[in-house]
């Protein structure tokens, strides 16, 4: 089963739930894939032994000039702007390629060889209770946070239980995380910024007709307006976490909530339980 | 005309928060809202909009079924994965990267290139300056190129009327759209939080400010949420050379204004916002200088 958390805005505590519901599980094989490549910080609250760690790079186009006679079918082609190409020069901006290949395909001289471009890491590990980590780290500089998310994706075990901690918002970054999961939990918290940022997270799994619910972290900031719209629009609530200091300070420690509060424990436990039905 | 960018790596440190009252101590400035993704800030300065644009970019790839043949080339030479097969080809929307090169090299001539409406933008009136602001659509790519817009229909306004500061709310990451929001920035505002993510995340976004040649400087949000990780940011910042230019402690009041959907500092005079507002003359002096 796979299940991801994902929240519109990040520091609603999306990444110590994915990490609590790591825990928490009974299964005996699980997984953590931190797909939030640009802020990953699962790896603080799981402290995981590193094993591996895997530079991922694109193909990109380098041109051999020799070959090359300006005919500028490259350039129009690519959708990028990464190909210039004026009188008897040509250019290409390694870093806004995305890949796609149809440079090499197009020339008709052949003149692309094949260079690559570090995009970031994928780490893997394993952490606290044998829980087997992924980690996409994006390159800093680097701009596609996409395929690198992929690489992530790609390490993905095919059977037990598999969390994703997606990165926030609803672009496309998110949408490679999400897609596919069988339940998306959806953090946010009791504020008009946590009620818009979840109605448009709701937005993404509306489009992409997946289940979701809700967990309702600093439950008690007394804003009720989030609950009632999840009720109103059917979008179970799981879980309310009430504002606790103690949690707070842990978390800023790198503890994870059920470490904190040991008796969340069992409450993801049955969250788990109540999903896998 | 100076730009002062405000980045938090990941959010939920108080980055809106704090934007929305450095728009109200600078007189005389342009909001420029670049989180297009999950963008908060209206709610906070509740923009009334002058004009309306719809924000088109880039195509996706959509086969007709009438003169495909299923021969199956594009979806060997796609590299997004975009392509499935069955008796004819079938493109899905939110894999396809709109690189063209299915529609190019179809033998059928079967695949049309459709414009992508990708989201909107809005040029509006606040109570503390005129606000550029957009709103990408689901699932859309091209967060950078709508940031650009942003960025460069605010420079555009703020220069028609002479406006002074241009204050950049920005995306969180450090990706596409972040990179996009550093582009004429003269200054960046890293706002963070005294925890280890907090850390980790400012380290890279002022990686990323090394890497634009950007000038930076931080304020510490809730710095005594926890004192010795504030501590241990204070001295990686002095290791450094990097400015401090504020460290707001932990207020209710904060989470109350954005309840009433106001600038913390209209909404009280507490200690946060006596923290916020002895901030501005230095990010102005640092602009200045
Ligand atoms: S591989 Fe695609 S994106 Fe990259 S330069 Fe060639 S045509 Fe442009
Ligand atoms: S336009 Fe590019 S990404 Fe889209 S389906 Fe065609 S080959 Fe794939």
Not at chain 1, 111 to 132: L, M, N, P, Q, Y
Request: charge should be negative.
């Amino acid at each position: 089963m796979k299940i991801a958390v994902a929240s519109g805005k990040g520091g609603t505590g999306k990444t110590t739930i994915a990490v609590s519901l790591a825990l928490a599980a009974s299964t005996a094989k699980v997984q953590l894939l931190d797909c939030d490549v640009e802020a990953p910080n699962c790896h603080i609250f799981l402290k995981p032994v590193v094993d591996e760690e895997e530079v991922v790079s694109l193909d990109v186009p380098a041109v051999i000039e020799q070959k090359c006679t300006y005919c500028k079918k490259c350039k129009e082609l690519c959708q990028f702007n990464a190909i210039a190409v004026f009188g008897k020069t040509i250019m290409v901006f390694k870093e806004m390629c995305h890949s796609c290949g149809g440079c090499f395909l197009v020339c008709p001289e052949e003149a692309f060889s094949r260079d690559s471009r570090e995009i970031g890491t994928v780490v893997t590990g394993k952490g606290k209770g044998s829980i087997k980590f992924v980690q996409g780290r994006l390159r800093v500089g680097e701009a596609l946070a996409t395929p690198l998310i992929k690489a992530v994706r790609s390490r993905a075990l095919e059977d037990g239980l598999v969390i994703l901690d997606a990165p926030p918002g609803t672009s496309c970054p998110v949408i490679n995380t999400v897609r596919g999961a069988d339940y998306t939990l959806l953090v946010t918290e009791p504020t008009p910024f946590g009620l818009h940022d979840l109605k448009l997270a709701a937005g993404v799994l509306w489009k992409l007709e997946q289940p979701f619910g809700v967990i309702l972290n600093r439950s008690d900031l007394g804003y009720g307006e989030v609950e009632k719209w999840c009720n109103k629009n059917n979008v179970p609530v799981h879980l309310k976490i009430p504002f606790d200091r103690k949690v707070a300070e842990g978390y800023a420690k790198g503890q994870p909530l059920v470490e904190i509060v040991p008796n969340y424990r069992d409450r993801f436990a049955f969250l788990l339980k109540e999903l896998s039905k | 005309m100076k730009e002062i960018l405000v980045l938090s790596g990941k959010g939920g440190t108080g980055k809106t928060t704090i934007t929305a009252s450095l728009a109200l101590l600078a007189q005389n400035s342009v909001l420029a809202d670049c989180d297009v993704d999950a963008s908060d800030l209206h709610l906070l300065v509740s923009p009334n909009v002058q004009e309306s644009h719809d924000f088109w970019s880039g195509v996706t790839a959509k086969v007709d079924p009438k003169k495909c043949t299923g021969c199956g080339t594009c979806a060997e030479l796609c590299r997004f994965e975009a392509v499935s097969m069955g008796e004819k080809a079938y493109i899905d929307h939110f894999s396809c990267e709109g690189c063209t090169v299915c529609a190019h090299f179809c033998p059928e001539d079967a695949i049309e290139l459709e414009p992508n409406l990708s989201g909107e933008w809005y040029i509006s009136e606040t109570k503390y300056g005129a606000m550029v602001h957009a709103r990408l659509h689901v699932g859309e790519e091209n967060s950078g190129k709508l940031v650009s817009l942003v960025k460069r229909e605010s420079r555009e306004l703020a220069e028609e009327i002479g406006a002074k500061w241009i204050i950049v709310d920005g995306p969180p990451g450090i990706g596409c759209p972040v990179i996009s929001s550093f582009s004429g920035a003269d200054l960046v505002l890293a706002v963070t939080e005294p925890t280890s993510s907090g850390l980790q995340d400012l380290k890279r976004l002022i990686k990323l400010a090394y890497h634009f040649k950007t000038d930076v400087c931080v304020c510490i949000n809730k710095w005594d949420l926890n004192e010795s990780f504030c501590n241990e940011i204070e001295v990686y910042l002095e290791d450094n050379e990097i400015p401090l230019v504020a460290k707001i402690p932990f207020d209710k009041a904060a989470v109350d204004s954005l309840v009433a959907g106001k600038p913390l500092l209209e909404y009280t005079t507490g200690l946060a916002a006596d923290a916020i507002r002895k901030m501005w003359p230095r990010i102005e002096a640092m602009l200045l200088s």
